[in-house]
């Protein structure tokens, strides 16, 4: 029943948040926001099978909801805007924040949370100077969002997650060559990032 009602939830927050696509990628029409209203229901409600109702649920779905359509403007246009990455900083923070209140040793997770988001973005910001063709400014920014939810279920997330990004990317970034048959040209690594994310987050609620 909770899955139900997170992927009813999803679906509305998908297609509410459709048209702010439309300055930065144009519009993706019917089908488009269609599809991406399905995503968002389908993520929320993954996460109302696994963990289930836990008061880390709304951080969750919040991240389910933002996170498809991050994916949706990377996937379209390469890009990850500040005005939907920024923001998500505080947003989640508060929402772990409030979870802590109402979660059995709250204040370690949070603390973790804190933690990962620090880890992973600095990891993310090493590699954007170390190999700036391969991580852009906007995948940076997101790792620190994602380091927050990571970080709240432990290291062993934080690693499945990091883990899980890079073997996705990695089988993207294959495909990529054999289909352009050439190096040449980027690929978006968001959807890669939060792909790998929703898995550590499954296994690890698991």
């Not at 029409?29 to 991406?36: D, E, P, S, T």
């Not at 289930?52 to 246009?77: E, H, K, Q």
């Not at 852009?136 to 690693?159: N, P, T």
């Not at 499945?160 to 352009?180: D, F, K, P, Q």
């Amino acid at each position: 029943m909770l899955a139900f009602v997170l992927f009813v939830l999803g679906f509305a927050a998908g297609s509410l948040l459709a048209p702010l696509v439309v300055p930065y990628a144009g519009d993706v029409g019917r089908r488009g926001r269609l599809v991406m209203a399905v995503v968002a229901g389908a993520v929320s409600a993954l996460f109302g099978w696994r963990p289930g109702w836990s008061p880390v649920l709304p951080a969750l779905v919040y991240l389910a909801a933002v996170g498809t359509l991050l994916a949706f403007i990377d996937v379209r246009m390469k890009r990850l805007p500040d005005r939907f990455t920024l923001p998500s900083y505080g947003v989640v923070a508060v929402l772990l924040a409030v979870a802590a209140a109402f979660t059995g040793g709250g204040l370690r997770h949070f603390e973790h949370a804190l933690i990962g988001m620090a880890a992973l973005f600095a990891l993310y910001a090493v590699q954007a100077f170390a190999v700036p063709s391969g991580i852009g400014l906007g995948d940076v920014k997101l790792s620190g969002v994602l380091g927050l939810v990571l970080g709240w279920f432990g290291a062993r997330a934080w690693v499945t997650g990091l883990l899980a990004t890079y073997l996705l990317g990695g089988v993207i970034a294959v495909g990529v060559l054999v289909v352009r048959r050439t190096r040449k040209g980027e690929f978006p690594f968001g959807p890669s990032m939060l792909a790998g994310t929703l898995v550590a987050l499954l296994a690890a609620a698991g």
